[in-house]
Nanobody, 122 residues
Framework: QVQLVESGGGLVQPGGSLRLSCAAS????????IAWFRRAPGKRREGVSC????????YYVPSVKGRFTVSRDTAKNTVYLQMNSLKPEDTAEYFC???????????????WGQGTQVTVSS
């Protein structure tokens, strides 16, 4: 069964860090482009970061660049999103998605995870 499972969300104070995981089962993540999305309360889902399946090039939207890092561990069939210097505006449900081809923040992806909640609050 093909599945993506996110984990690592939680409550953190402003300025803190979290590492989200996106673990795959039923397929090999190494050959897929993985994008991270988030959906804040009352807002549309937006792309945050992406790691290319062809050469592991990484991309970030301006609001997270310099604070978030996406990486892939092929041995664990997992992609990570390291989030540092978190801000209250980072509060959202975070999703990972897998697709073939280059990085894209399209809602049309082959596989989606179920999401993990990140809350940044003092």
């Amino acid at each position: 069964q093909v599945q993506l499972v996110e984990s690592g969300g939680g409550l953190v104070q402003p300025g803190g860090s979290l590492r989200l995981s996106c673990a795959a089962s039923g397929f090999t993540l190494a050959y897929y482009t993985i994008a991270w999305f988030r959906r804040a309360p009352g807002k549309r889902r937006e792309g945050v970061s992406c790691i290319s399946g062809s050469n592991d090039s990484t991309y970030y939207v301006p609001s997270v660049k310099g604070r978030f890092t996406v990486s892939r561990d092929t041995a664990k069939n997992t992609v990570y999103l390291q989030m540092n210097s978190l801000k209250p505006e980072d509060t959202a449900e975070y999703f990972c998605a897998a697709d073939r081809g280059g990085c894209s923040y399209s809602e049309v992806q082959l596989y989606w995870g179920q999401g993990t909640q990140v809350t940044v609050s003092s």
